[in-house]
C-alpha cells in the first residue's frame, strides 16, 4: 500500500506531465496562424484592429455555415468518419459530446448559448485529438483502434470553421426515438445554423 506522500508524488508527476504535453501540442506550428491566442496578450491585431479574445471568437463561430449530427448504431464508424472529418481544416467535430442531452443548457443560456456550444464542442474536439481517442501517442492497446491523423488539422483549424458538429451516433438516435426529433428544429433555430 502506497503512503499519502506518495501519492502526492505521483498526482503532482502526472499534472506536470499532462501540462508539459498541453503546451507542447498547442503551440502553433509555423504554416498555422495562432487566430484565437498570441500568448502575449489577451488583443490580437486582426486586420488592421485589434479585437479581444471574445470578440475572435465570436468572429470565428459566426462564420459557421453548418451544423452537423451524428445519427445510427453505435460501433458502425462514426469514430472513423469523424476522427477523418476533423482533420480537415475547416471542421470541428467533436468526439462524443452529446449535444442533445445536454441542450437545455445551451438553449436557455439566450445571451450566448450558440457561442458556447461550438466553443464546448471545439474544445472537445481539441482535448481528443491531444489526450483522447484522436490523439497521436495514444496507446493502441487501449481501444484496439487509433484515430488519429498524421499531419492534418485534427482539434484545430486553419483560418476558420466552416463546419462544426458532434458524433456521438447512437446515443442521440436514442434520444430523438425517445424524446422527437422537435429538438433539432429547436437548435436550427437557436444556433442560425442549417443543420
Known sequence: ?????????????????????????TKTDEHQENFLYD????????????????KRIRKLYDGIQTFVLFIGYGRSGHSLV???????????????????????YYKN???????????????NSRES????????????SQTGYAYHV???????????????????GDVTSFFLMRHGFQVLDEIEKVIKVPL
Open 150 to 168: 498524421a499531419g492534418q488539422w485534427q482539434g484545430t483549424f486553419k483560418d476558420n470553421i466552416k463546419v462544426i458538429g458532434d458524433k456521438h
Open 1 to 25: 500500500m502506497r503512503s499519502p506522500l506518495q501519492i502526492v508524488v505521483v498526482v503532482v508527476a502526472g499534472v506536470l506531465v499532462l501540462s508539459l504535453l498541453l503546451l507542447y501540442y
Open 82 to 104: 469523424a476522427a477523418i472529418l476533423d482533420a480537415h481544416s475547416k471542421i470541428v467535430i467533436a468526439n462524443e459530446f452529446d449535444v442533445l442531452r445536454k441542450w437545455n
Open 109 to 123: 443560456n439566450t445571451w450566448n448559448g450558440k457561442n458556447k456550444l461550438f466553443f464546448d464542442l471545439h474544445s
Open 129 to 140: 485529438a491531444m489526450f483522447g481517442k484522436r490523439a497521436q501517442f495514444r496507446s493502441v
Open 39 to 54: 500568448g502575449a496578450t489577451d488583443e490580437k491585431q486582426v486586420n488592421g484592429s485589434f479585437l479581444s479574445f471574445e
